[in-house]
């Protein structure tokens, strides 16, 4: 049985630098990275790539691909590099899963279907299991973001039976105003 790492600390979401004619500007991300490893800010320990502010959804595949190669040589150790594999697609975030274990990606996210939504906690598992275990070294977060996903569903009911399916599963990137349920996930993650 694995062992996965969780992180602590603050968890920068990186932005996508696009040219002025929408292509990728893979070339800005060395001095991003670089920013990042110096910010004065302290407890940075991990981006997540290509999630919600780095505008996955209006990426191509080959391009999260490149984006995230990108960021590991940038990032040169100096911090986690998380990589967000969210798709309506769980083929495509599969086939992203897969390829951020091979590239050597710190920890995968997937943030939920937002087209054909999942309705119980148990359709949010069995969506995102095969997706986990395409990348089963790496730690998975469920990056919970109900304001875009319309996916609204008990994060610490999904903390509990998503560990039953999906092994690599540690912990949730909660992107919601219920402080109430947040509570409830930071006080179950505190006692495993």
């Known amino acids: 049985m694995n062992n996965y790492e969780k992180l602590e600390g603050m968890v920068a979401a990186t932005f996508t630098p696009l040219d002025e004619n929408g292509d990728v500007n893979l070339s800005v991300i060395d001095k991003y990275a670089d920013w990042i490893a110096s910010t004065p800010i ?21 391009e999260r691909k490149l984006i995230l ?19 309506n697609c769980q083929r495509s975030a599969m086939e992203l899963a897969r390829h951020a274990a091979q ?9 939920a279907p937002s087209f054909f939504k ?7 598992v069995d969506f995102f299991a095969p997706i986990c275990h395409s990348a089963a070294g790496l ?12 996916v609204n569903l008990p994060v610490d009911k ?12 540690v912990g949730t990137k909660f992107t919601h ?7 409830v996930c930071i006080e179950l993650e505190q006692h495993r």
């Open 139 to 150: 730690p998975f977060y469920y990056y919970n973001m109900p304001s875009i996903t319309g």
């Open 69 to 87: 190669e990108k960021w590991l040589v940038s990032a040169r150790k100096r911090f986690k590099v998380i990589a967000h594999v969210g798709s």
């Open 118 to 124: 999942p309705g119980t906690v148990d359709e949010l």
């Open 42 to 62: 302290k407890g940075v320990f991990a981006i997540i790539v290509c999630g919600t502010t780095g505008e996955f959804s209006s990426l191509a595949i080959d």
């Open 177 to 183: 105003n219920n402080l109430m349920e947040m509570g």
């Open 158 to 169: 999904f903390l509990v039976e998503g560990k039953k399916k999906i092994p690599n599963l």
């Open 103 to 111: 590239v050597g990606a710190d920890a995968i996210a997937s943030i």
